[in-house]
């Protein structure tokens, strides 16, 4: 079976950090384009960042440039989405994703195959 499990959200105040983990189980992490996407209340679904297949090379949203990094362990098989200088903003349920393509970039949510539950960050004084 091939599962995605996030997890390492929680509610923070701003300023402060989180680092989010996406576990896969069922297929080789490093052999898959992996992408982060968030959801905020009613709001659509937009993309935060994402990592390519085997050499790694990462990509950014504008708004989390600076304060957010990926990074992908294939040990663990496991990809992590460090998120430093929270925002209120910031708020929304993290989802990761995984896709067997190679792509310039994070790819159209239409094109990744395999979707985890999400976890909930909250950002809040």
């Known amino acids: 079976q091939v599962r995605l499990v996030e997890s390492g959200g929680g509610l923070v105040q701003p300023g402060d950090s989180l680092r989010l983990s996406c576990a896969a189980s069922g297929f080789t992490l490093d052999e898959y384009a992996i992408a982060w996407f968030r959801q905020a209340p009613g709001k659509e679904r937009e993309a935060v960042s994402g990592?390519?297949?085997?050499?790694?090379?990462?990509y950014y949203a504008d708004s989390v440039k600076g304060r957010f990094t990926i990074s992908r362990d294939n040990a663990e098989n496991t990809v992590y989405l460090q998120m430093n200088s929270l925002r209120p903003e910031d708020t929304a349920v993290y989802y990761c994703?995984?896709?067997?393509?190679?792509?310039?970039?994070?790819?159209?949510?239409?094109?990744?195959?395999?979707w985890g539950q999400g976890t909930q960050v909250t950002v809040s004084s």
């Open positions: 990592i390519n297949n085997k050499a790694g090379r990462t």
């Open positions: 994703a995984a896709v067997d393509l190679v792509a310039a970039g994070i790819l159209p949510e239409g094109e990744y195959d395999y």
